[in-house]
């Protein structure tokens, strides 16, 4: 097994992010380390994930950077940070 940096790790959950996000047409969910639910994908924003402001407690768009994404499956957008980090 090789051994992957950082930005390898980043470069492909962006494109598992993006083939998902063009897969369907459905937002996908976000949870946090702890599986809290942060809010719902919007779309990919160059490198960075953007909420919905309708699933926001605040009405605003929130922003994900791509390393604080762990990884992405059919159901959710899972992070490696809690909910309190969401900027």
Same mark, same amino acid.
């Given at each position: 097994?090789?051994?992957? =940096?950082?930005?390898?790790?980043?470069? !492909?959950?962006? !494109? #598992?992010?993006?083939?998902?996000?063009?897969?369907?047409?459905?937002?996908? $969910? /976000?949870?946090? /380390? #702890?599986?809290?639910?942060?809010?719902?994908?919007?779309?990919?924003?160059?490198? !960075?994930?953007?909420?919905?402001? %309708?699933? %926001?407690?605040?009405? $605003?768009?929130?922003?994900?950077?791509?390393?604080? /994404?762990?990884? /992405?499956?059919?159901?959710?957008?899972?992070? =490696?940070?809690? !909910? %309190?980090?969401?900027?």
């Amino acid at each position: 097994m090789t051994k992957m =940096n950082a930005g390898e790790i980043s470069d !492909r959950i962006a !494109r #598992n992010l993006k083939a998902r996000l063009e897969q369907s047409g459905e937002h996908l $969910q /976000v949870k946090d /380390v #702890n599986g809290e639910h942060v809010g719902t994908v919007d779309h990919m924003d160059g490198e !960075r994930v953007k909420l919905t402001k %309708s699933d %926001s407690a605040d009405g $605003q768009h929130h922003y994900l950077s791509l390393d604080q /994404v762990e990884s /992405v499956d059919d159901v959710a957008v899972y992070l =490696n940070v809690e !909910r %309190s980090v969401i900027a």
